[in-house]
């Protein structure tokens, strides 16, 4: 399984951005996907993530009611809709898929693939 993530920028505050993770491969082993952020102070933290077919959600406390995750299982692809960024939210994210299921991971270690990553910066 090979994911590519996309469709970050600049962009300035309260603005908006969406993310792209588009899957190839074995997709018919993905399970949940999900995103993460990693700055140079930080480590990797979770985002995001929704299980296959997209009936369950799951969010950082930070990104709540800010941010909505989708996916196209058709098109294997997943989505991370970011409304009002905030300058705390530039980082590099990245989408990661799972290959056992049903229970969703917060955590990086239980996923399986990850994509390259993709910038996202929020000017003040």
């Known amino acids: 399984v090979q994911l590519q993530a996309s469709g970050g920028g600049l962009v300035q505050t309260g603005g908006s951005l969406r993310l792209s993770c588009a899957a190839s491969?074995?997709?018919?082993?993905?399970?949940?996907m999900g995103w993460f952020r990693q700055t140079p102070e930080k480590e990797r933290e979770f985002v995001a993530a929704i299980s296959r077919g997209g009936g369950t959600k799951h969010y950082a406390d930070f990104v709540k009611g800010r941010f909505t995750i989708s996916r196209d299982d058709t098109e294997n692809t997943a989505y991370l809709q970011m409304n009002s960024l905030k300058p705390e939210d530039t980082a590099v994210y990245y989408c990661?898929?799972?290959?056992?299921?049903?229970?969703?991971?917060?955590?990086?270690?239980?996923?399986?693939?990850w994509g390259q990553g993709t910038l996202v910066t929020v000017s003040s």
């Open positions: 491969g074995r997709t018919s082993a993905i399970k949940a």
């Open positions: 990661a898929a799972q290959r056992t299921g049903p229970i969703i991971a917060t955590v990086s270690d239980r996923y399986n693939y």
